[in-house]
């Protein structure tokens, strides 16, 4: 009697599946509500704009626990921002399959850094994961994110553009380092030269010196031929 049960059950799921076979499907990748779009563009730019000023802020900052408790807010908002894409994705469908793949193929690359510097707080981490993460966020997230939320609250009927998120400057306050070594290295030229034109005078110096004894010398051998040359020849007869 159970085995016809379990039977009859099977033929009833069989027939629900045949009778519906993309109703699991849509569930699992039904369009977003326009609104919900709206939304997740909205919460992107957010996340987006305080992982941007923590990159801005960072490389001024030398207390360990500012530096991590900066970079552990961006960590936590690029984590978020995953799932406002997954949103927008939906909502976008194909014309947004090229910006969602450059921020899915980069997004790692951020967090990783943002997790380092959390979790180290030097500014040697600083100085290293900022450029880093710049070197792949400002020509690739940044725009693909403008252009996901364009793309998916167009397809569901919005009116609105979404915002330009402007590109971040940490790497250059960053680069001021390298200012002061080539200081240093002009100011070590510069002695070095002052030195050599020290040792070059002092040579001149030497040398003219040099010139003028020898010039002593020779008047003074001259005066003496002179004084030879005038005695009478006869004096040495007498003698």
Known sequence: MQFFNFLFLVACISRLTIAHPLGLQDRQFRKPSSKSVSQAADNFA??????????????AMTDKKKIQSTAQKAFEAETDEDNQRSVL????????????????????????????????????????????IEEVRNPNILPSITQLSNAAMSLSGLGKKAKVLEKTTGSSKIKGGDDDKNGFSSTKNNSSSNDNGDESSSKSSTSTKDKEDDSRNTRNVAGDNNIDAGRDPNDNDIN
């Open 46 to 59: 957010r996340d987006a704009g305080i992982v941007s000023n923590a990159l801005n802020t960072l490389p």
């Open 89 to 132: 994705a939906a909502a976008a469908g194909f014309s947004g399959r090229s910006p969602d793949g450059k921020i899915k193929k980069f997004t790692p690359t951020v967090l990783k850094s943002l997790k380092e510097m959390a979790r180290i707080g030097t500014p040697a981490s600083v100085q290293k994961n900022v450029p880093i």
